[in-house]
């Protein structure tokens, strides 16, 4: 059965620089980020993250599967992008208001998303912020 015939919705997440993108469909519960299977990540901390609203779906996460392509960014934001989409996945999937309570009491940006960017290096110093110091003697 290709993708084609079968009718995908895709749900999205963003952090920072990292997009990702979530289709679902109806099966026994693979998640796939980039191709790979979710248990099969090598990075834990990733792993722990994407595995958020899964754990806060329950049974209903074996009904179906999902797959989530992700670009751009870190390890860390390209994890926190792939939860937003699944967790929207999810709730987009099963229309479920009790789901999303539980979703949004966890963590409220795994819907809504988090808009914090880090800010840009200026003149005059190294970084964001920090300046050369001066001394007057």
Excluded: W
């Excluded at 920072?16 to 469909?25: G, Y």
């Excluded at 539980?102 to 795994?110: A, G, P, Q, W």
């Amino acid at each position: 059965m290709s993708s084609a015939s079968k009718k995908l919705k895709l749900y999205t997440g963003s952090r920072k620089t990292a997009r990702a993108t979530a289709s679902v469909c109806p099966g026994v519960g693979r998640v796939r980020v980039n191709g790979f299977l979710l248990e099969a990540l090598p990075n834990e901390l990733s792993r722990e993250i994407i595995m958020a609203p899964l754990r806060l779906a329950g049974d209903s996460r074996y009904k179906v599967n999902i797959d989530v392509d992700v670009k751009g960014g870190g390890y860390v934001g390209q994890a926190e992008a792939s939860a937003m989409a699944v967790a929207k996945a999810l709730v987009g999937y099963f229309k479920s208001s009790d789901l999303k309570k539980r979703i949004v009491e966890y963590d409220e940006h795994l819907i809504s998303g988090d808009a914090r960017q880090s800010e840009p290096k200026k003149f005059g110093g190294p970084g964001a912020r920090r300046r050369e110091q001066k001394s007057y003697r």
